[in-house]
């Protein structure tokens, strides 16, 4: 089985410092503030599994099934997100970009 965390500390070790993404996070937190931000309507499970340390980006899995990147806002509104069907769509994601934009 795939797993999202493990992938993700592994590119932070194949990165090193400069990788942007990690799993060390307050999940509670993120959690609150997406719930406070958007309707999560249908999910009834909504996880925070790892974040952005150079923005607002923080991976969630929705109800075990659905992964997705909100862009978390802080001030209200809608936040923006980008959906993948899968955990390791969404690592590649997450390696691409930093790649791009990053490196």
Not at 11 to 33: A, H, I, Q, R, V
Not at 75 to 96: C, H, L, M, W
Request: hydrophobic fraction near 30%; charged fraction near 30%.
């Amino acid at each position: 089985m795939y797993n999202v965390i493990s992938e993700i500390n592994k590119l932070e070790e194949k990165y090193g410092e400069e990788f942007n993404w990690g799993t060390d996070l307050k999940p509670e937190y993120f959690e609150t503030e997406l719930k406070r931000e958007t309707t999560i309507a249908p999910f009834k499970s909504v996880k925070a599994i790892a974040r952005s340390y150079s923005n607002d980006d923080v991976l969630f899995v929705l109800d075990d099934e659905v992964y997705r990147i909100y862009h978390l806002t802080y001030s209200g509104g809608n936040p923006r997100y980008q959906e993948f069907t899968d955990g390791q769509a969404a690592v590649d994601y997450i390696e691409k970009r930093f790649l791009n934009e990053y490196l």
